[in-house]
């Protein structure tokens, strides 16, 4: 069983930052990729930022240069750091866990980014 639970959203001004916080429940952490993917109104989810259970990470174009995602592995908790924020960047986020073929989400929290 997996449980995800996300933090830190909440409203910025373009320019702004935040950081957000998913916390995982379950027993293995370490060995499985988890991601920060965003779904922004009337478009589908997409892929923001992804880390490997090396820790090996990987950016989508349109945030590459202002997002940072990492992971603590002891405390089971991944990070995305997220710099001058842009209007376009507003939506609900949401973490995922990739293991063992099956994709484990949480229920996402929102980032507006607006004056």
């Known amino acids: 069983q997996v449980q995800l639970v996300e933090s830190g959203g909440g409203l910025v001004q373009p320019g702004g930052s935040l950081r957000l916080s998913c916390a995982a429940s379950?027993?293995?952490?370490?060995?499985?990729?988890m991601g920060w993917y965003r779904q922004a109104p009337g478009k589908e989810r997409e892929a923001v930022a992804i880390v490997t259970g090396l820790g090996i990470t990987y950016y989508a174009d349109s945030v590459k240069g202002r997002f940072t995602m990492s992971r603590d592995n002891a405390k089971k908790t991944v990070y995305m750091e997220m710099n001058s924020l842009k209007p376009e960047d507003t939506a609900v986020y949401y973490c995922?866990?990739?293991?063992?073929?099956?994709?484990?989400w949480g229920k996402g929290t929102l980032v507006t980014v607006s004056s």
């Open positions: 379950t027993s293995v952490f370490s060995p499985y990729s």
């Open positions: 995922c866990m990739s293991r063992s073929g099956m994709d484990y």
